[in-house]
């Protein structure tokens, strides 16, 4: 049990890091004062959110933020 536990620990710790650099690699969402006027944001890129660069950081960063929670989970029960 204590190389399972050592285990999920380096995962953890490596699951930790790639989720900093994904979300330090992402733009902000703030559209600022723009936001105010009724600015349109529809272009090619919010369109087609899901394919580009910034869809995929989306939803690797649910990924392992959800790794997180599960591995957090188990590493907190006391086997």
Do not use: H, P
Not at 6 to 33: D, R, Y
Not at 48 to 76: D, H, P, Q, Y
């Amino acid at each position: 049990m204590d190389i399972l536990r050592i285990v999920l620990t380096i995962i953890f710790v490596i699951n930790c890091i790639v989720l900093t650099i994904i979300v330090l690699m992402q733009e902000g969402k703030s559209a600022g004062l723009g936001a105010i006027g009724g600015g349109s944001t529809d272009t090619f890129w919010s369109k087609n959110k899901g394919r580009s660069m910034e869809g995929a950081l989306e939803k690797s960063t649910k990924f392992s933020a959800i790794l997180f929670l599960v591995l957090a989970a188990v590493l907190n029960i006391n086997f």
